[in-house]
């Protein structure tokens, strides 16, 4: 395979939306293997200070996880959703939110998004990075996005995941985010937003691996799950 450089001209800001989007491949690439290779560095190699805080933390994501949603009930940390890095990623490509429809911020929402692509860029600029526009059009919602429970069993990751507005996929979850109170004086909506939308990659993996330039192939005559928890939650 032939490599192609850049040519000198190419303007900075375009290098840098370049590096924007090579760090959100890189960070989903490699820092699942780096989380697992920190956690087994400080069982093996650490003092015993080290060694307890870890099997502390360790405990912690296994008791933490077994309620299936997070602590985190807002938007996670919006300088990590929000930011320069992820402004940059999104106009790498360049990706647009239209809004078709006003939502009305005294329901709770299951989206359905589809292709799944690759690792899901579409949505997860949306959704979870440079959140700004949906805030904007979407008043009052928390935009949460939907990915595989196992993730949520990965150390320091998982962390990332939920300041990003990422939730597990496992019914449980969902049913929790669809099922939560749009009072505004809930102690879930202390945050002043009264409402969840949460997506999901209806695809899911079948869908990725169906991924190719030019062609989208979609997964949804087995999928309908989500229709249904859509009907119990209202």
Same mark, same amino acid.
């Given at each position: 395979?032939?490599?192609?450089?850049?040519?000198?001209?190419?303007?900075?800001?375009?290098?840098?939306?370049?590096?924007?989007?090579?760090?959100?491949?890189?960070?989903?690439?490699?820092?699942?293997?780096?989380?697992?290779?920190?956690?087994?560095?400080?069982?093996?190699?650490?003092?015993?200070?080290?060694?307890?805080?870890?099997?502390?933390?360790?405990?912690?994501?296994?008791?933490?996880?077994?309620?299936?949603?997070?602590?985190?009930?807002?938007?996670?940390?919006?300088?990590?959703?929000?930011?320069?890095?992820?402004?940059?990623?999104?106009?790498?490509?360049? $990706?647009?939110?239209?809004? &078709?429809?006003?939502? #009305?911020? +005294?329901?709770?929402?299951? =989206?359905?998004? *589809? %292709?799944?692509?690759? $690792?899901?860029?579409?949505? &997860?600029?949306?959704? #979870?990075? +440079?959140?700004?526009?949906? =805030?904007?059009? *979407? %008043?009052?919602?928390?935009?949460?996005?939907?990915?595989?429970?196992?993730?949520?069993?990965?150390?320091?990751?998982?962390?990332?995941?939920?300041?990003?507005?990422?939730?597990?996929?496992?019914?449980?979850?969902?049913?929790?985010?669809?099922?939560?109170?749009?009072?505004?004086?809930?102690?879930?909506?202390?945050?002043?937003?009264?409402?969840?939308?949460?997506?999901?990659?209806?695809?899911?993996?079948?869908?990725?691996?169906?991924?190719?330039?030019?062609?989208?192939?979609?997964?949804?005559?087995?999928?309908?799950?989500?229709?249904?928890?859509?009907?119990?939650?209202?």
């Amino acid at each position: 395979m032939k490599i192609e450089w850049a040519p000198v001209h190419v303007p900075p800001k375009r290098r840098l939306q370049t590096l924007a989007a090579g760090l959100y491949v890189m960070i989903f690439m490699l820092m699942p293997g780096l989380s697992l290779l920190i956690i087994t560095s400080l069982l093996y190699y650490g003092n015993l200070f080290w060694k307890l805080l870890t099997l502390a933390y360790l405990t912690f994501v296994y008791f933490d996880h077994t309620r299936n949603f997070s602590d985190i009930h807002g938007n996670g940390f919006m300088i990590f959703r929000s930011n320069c890095i992820w402004k940059h990623f999104r106009d790498y490509f360049p $990706i647009e939110l239209i809004k &078709t429809a006003d939502l #009305s911020a +005294d329901h709770n929402y299951i =989206l359905a998004s *589809f %292709p799944h692509g690759i $690792i899901g860029t579409g949505i &997860t600029c949306n959704m #979870s990075r +440079d959140i700004r526009q949906w =805030l904007k059009l *979407f %008043p009052g919602i928390r935009p949460k996005i939907g990915t595989l429970d196992m993730h949520f069993y990965t150390p320091i990751f998982r962390e990332a995941l939920r300041y990003w507005g990422m939730v597990s996929v496992s019914k449980e979850s969902l049913m929790h985010y669809l099922s939560a109170s749009n009072h505004p004086k809930h102690p879930d909506n202390l945050d002043g937003f009264t409402s969840n939308a949460v997506a999901i990659l209806v695809g899911g993996a079948q869908e990725a691996l169906d991924s190719h330039p030019g062609r989208y192939i979609l997964t949804l005559k087995r999928r309908k799950g989500f229709v249904k928890l859509a009907i119990r939650t209202g």
